[in-house]
């Protein structure tokens, strides 16, 4: 009945309304572009692209991409270059002054950066056609499919791809401006989403079909772990949201509360999902290198399959380092220390300044430790569901980039959206009255 009457608040709301049309109108666009392949390809040739992409590293770019990778869409390269060239435009802001600059700009400098991450995608995708193109030539020939790319159907096909790419940014851009939630990272979500049916379908099945007894009870067990983890991934976006740090005195405005025992609002898992990003930017350079290889041997063979002891490994030592490097970077002892100054608020039995940021330097330094190895058992959960037996399309969602990804952009979406029913008067979608957070790193791009 409750879930009833939010549905009719959210009917009567025209703008809202509006919004969420437009958005369902911008995915199906979406949805429709990633079955139109490329010219020249036939379609009846690529179930050896699809297989090649059933698994490892090949299997999650297929993911983003909603399954346009392995049907040689025109969106078959996706919205990973231009993730990949904000995260770049991103770590550029952080140690180069002109582009620190550019950020404390305002609107322009904002615009002046997004003009440079648009640059820098079009000359990723420029290099990422021609290697997608020669990949598809092998995989084509390798089924005894008839393709031949010359020279200039190679060129004329990455305007194609690239294009598309391009397409998808704007599509994005349009639900920014014109629907609901953030763009980018709902054609993300879109892409996985799209890819859940047919994965728990196969992992219904084989339960059912090669399971000697008791596959029915496995699969719900399945399905009770995949909950947890959701329930611990919403913990994990959200963030933990006051650490118990006293201080004596808060001024805001013109109001001054004292003798209540306040909180400075450090986090557990200040950094987000931005480490896993980071990381598996990096983990997607021996694809990369290799030029979409078809198969490689050892260590390197190992760094290219996202199952593999060796890759999580590594994956799980970069995602504690890039927290602790990201923490450092948002989170500024110093500057919290200088806020409490200037509003007359202390840390009782800590002097102010230096022995200040040091204290708080400190605690940071204590509760970043278990937020990133909890990141990062989260980044590697599928490779552990692969082990328990697990099918690998259903195992990622059991954890890793793409269920953060789901469960942020779902939680930002229902933020945005009661935002709107509060504004109108209406109730929250909450029954308690509690309002949805939404992620806390403000970084919305992925």
């Known amino acids: 009945m409750a879930f009833t009457q939010t549905i009719k608040n ?26 139109v392949v490329l010219p020249g390809i036939n379609p009846d040739d690529l179930m050896a692209l699809k297989n090649f992409t059933s698994s490892g590293l090949m299997q999650l770019l297929d993911m983003f991409s909603g399954g346009a990778f392995s049907q040689a869409s025109i969106f078959a390269l996706g919205i990973m270059p231009y993730i990949t060239a904000s995260i770049v435009i991103q770590l550029l802001g952080m140690v180069l002054p002109s582009f620190q600059k550019m950020q404390r700009e305002g609107e322009s400098g904002r615009m002046k950066l997004n003009q440079y991450t648009r640059y ?3 000359l990723i995708l420029l290099l990422q056609g021609p290697a997608y193109l020669m990949n598809l030539q092998y995989q084509v020939r ?35 401006q014109k629907g609901v939630g953030n763009g980018i990272s709902f054609i993300i979500l879109i892409g996985i989403i799209a890819r859940l049916p047919e994965a728990f ?31 611990g991934a919403v913990l994990l976006v959200q963030g933990t949201r006051k650490v118990p740090v006293q201080y004596a005195k808060k001024i805001v405005g013109n109001k001054q509360y004292g003798g209540a025992r306040n909180y400075i609002p450090l986090k557990v898992n200040a950094a987000g999902v931005m480490p896993i990003i980071f990381a598996q930017a990096i983990m997607f350079i021996p694809v990369t290198v290799a030029g979409f290889a078809p198969s490689h041997n050892g260590f390197w063979g190992s760094l290219t399959d996202m199952y593999s002891w060796t890759y999580n490994v590594i994956y799980f030592l970069m995602i ?32 102010p300044g230096k022995a200040t940021v040091e204290y708080l330097d400190s605690i940071m330094s204590r509760i970043t430790l278990p937020g990133s190895i909890f990141l990062g058992i989260v980044a590697i959960l599928p490779a552990i569901a692969t082990v328990c037996g697990i099918n690998r399309s259903f195992a990622s969602f059991f954890g890793g980039t793409s ?42 791009a992925f």
């Open 142 to 176: 390798s089924a005894n499919g008839a393709i031949d790319l010359s020279i200039w159907m190679i060129a004329f096909m990455t305007i194609i791809l690239a294009a598309g790419s391009m397409f998808i940014m704007w599509l994005g851009e349009r639900i920014d």
């Open 403 to 444: 269920l953060l990804i789901l469960v942020g952009v779902v939680l930002d979406t229902l933020r945005i959206i009661e935002g709107h029913l509060l504004m109108r008067h209406y109730d929250g979608l909450m029954k308690d009255g509690s309002r949805i957070q939404g992620r806390t790193t403000g970084n919305h």
């Open 320 to 351: 504690v380092v890039f927290t602790y490097f990201y923490t450092a970077i948002t989170v500024r002892p110093a500057q919290m220390a200088e806020d409490m100054k200037r509003n007359n608020g202390f840390i009782p039995g800590v002097k």
């Open 201 to 231: 379908l196969q992992e219904f099945t084989s339960r059912l079909l090669n399971s000697a007894g008791g596959g029915l009870v496995l699969f719900l067990v399945e399905i009770v772990i995949l909950l947890a983890v959701i329930a």
């Open 10 to 35: 959210i009917w009567s709301v025209e703008d809202l309304r509006r919004r969420i049309g437009i958005t369902l109108l911008l995915v199906v666009i979406y949805r429709f572009g990633c079955y």
């Open 120 to 122: 820098l995608t079009v």
